[in-house]
């Protein structure tokens, strides 16, 4: 007979692509000041992508006593054609007594009671079109005419040329924040990038290998209401033109700058990372989300700051725990002065980049 579906299966797609789509949208942006009456594409970067074995980032060291935890730092987008030189990092990795990935967050229904959770079977269907539009509403109908303009342009540019599936076509009909993100993954395959780190899959790869312990940190939003929320998924219209817009802004003027960090990540070129425009639209993006009614109702409230104290957790139990951990964190939170590390060291934790080494 056919094996039950357990609750903690039950695909809640419709509800996490939400969170996908705001953490995907979160690379360093930096909000151009552009004239939105002109529908132009700036010309793509003349700054070639490098190619071949790159060596990447130096690792981060975070000490206390006679405990290290090792930080690699992951950057999207990185040049479509290098290929990570991990010689060394893999010899730290081998030798260490646990591996932390970076931190996510987890939307599912195991803390749900059976019965609770078929009960959602009969609005599932609803969540998974979460990504259109209510009632049947296009992009132009919710867009500003002048922002709208801008768009078409970017859209048969990155979009529509040389792509004609059915998915892609009926972009108009998808709300605004995942138009953007699709539009933002063409745009970044366009000039040589992709939006996929090496750094995650040859880490835990390495760990497994030497029999080295991995933690997956990750925050686990518990579903209350799930059943009224998913319910008002496809009614409720998001606070995200402002995504949209800026999202926009980064694709016309920033492409530049996205290929000199690309670069400057794959060479392992920290000044220049540290020098270059480090404003995103990441605020823009997760507040469309996080301030809307059914997330409310899921209780998934004050995310980023319950990822951020369950990955510090992590980090100092594992510190006090092994002698050698090895994490895996994005730039951001690395580099930034109010970021992960900035925290670890306002605790006392001796923090010392690689350009200290």
């Known amino acids: 007979m056919p094996k039950l579906l357990s609750p903690s299966l039950i695909p809640m797609r419709g509800l996490a692509t939400f ?33 071949g074995e790159q060596p990447g980032p130096g690792m981060w060291k975070i000490s206390k006593g006679n405990n290290t935890l090792w930080v690699i730092a992951t950057h999207t987008p990185v040049p479509q054609n290098m290929k990570w030189r ?22 599912s229904t195991k803390t749900m009671g059976f019965l609770q959770t078929l009960s959602l079977l009969p609005v599932l269907p609803m969540a998974m079109e979460g990504r259109k539009n209510p009632d ?10 002048d922002t709208y303009a801008r768009w078409l342009v970017l859209r ?17 009909r998808w ?10 993954r063409q745009a970044i395959k366009k000039n040589g990038m992709v939006t996929s780190s090496p750094v995650w899959k040859t880490v835990e790869g390495e760990a497994k290998r030497n029999k080295v312990k991995v933690t997956r940190v990750v925050f686990e939003a518990p579903l209350v209401n799930a059943r009224d929320a998913i319910r008002d998924l496809n009614k409720t219209r998001l606070e995200d033109i402002d995504c949209f817009t800026k999202t926009i802004d980064r694709i016309e003027s920033e492409l530049g700058v996205m290929r ?20 995103d639209q990441r605020e823009a993006c997760t507040s469309a989300i996080q301030n809307a009614a059914f997330t409310q109702k899921l209780g998934m409230t004050n995310v980023a700051a319950k990822i951020e104290t369950a990955w510090i957790a992590q980090v100092e139990k594992s510190i006090a725990t092994n ?35």
């Not at 049947?136 to 005419?145: C, E, M, S, T, Y």
């Not at 709300?175 to 933002?184: D, N, T, V």
């Open 175 to 184: 709300r605004p924040i995942f138009a953007a993100l699709e539009l933002y």
């Open 136 to 145: 049947g509403a296009r992009l132009k109908d919710l867009i500003p005419a």
């Open 86 to 107: 991990a010689k060394g990092i893999k010899e730290v990795v081998a030798g260490a007594q646990e591996v932390l990935s970076a931190p996510s967050i987890s939307v």
């Open 260 to 279: 000199k960090r690309a670069n400057a990540w794959a060479r392992g070129d920290i000044d220049v990372l540290r020098g270059l425009p480090w404003q």
């Open 19 to 51: 969170a996908i789509a705001a953490n995907l949208l979160c690379a360093p942006v930096s909000q151009a000041q552009t004239d939105t009456s002109n529908a132009t594409i700036a010309p793509l970067a003349e700054e070639l992508m490098v190619v």
């Open 323 to 357: 002698a050698v951990t090895v994490a895996v964190l994005p730039l951001g939170d690395v580099v930034s002065k109010t970021g992960y590390l900035a925290k670890l060291r306002a605790k006392g934790y001796v923090v010392v980049d690689p350009t200290d080494e």
């Open 156 to 172: 048969d540019k990155y979009i529509f040329e040389n792509n004609t599936d059915d998915e892609s076509q009926d972009i108009e």
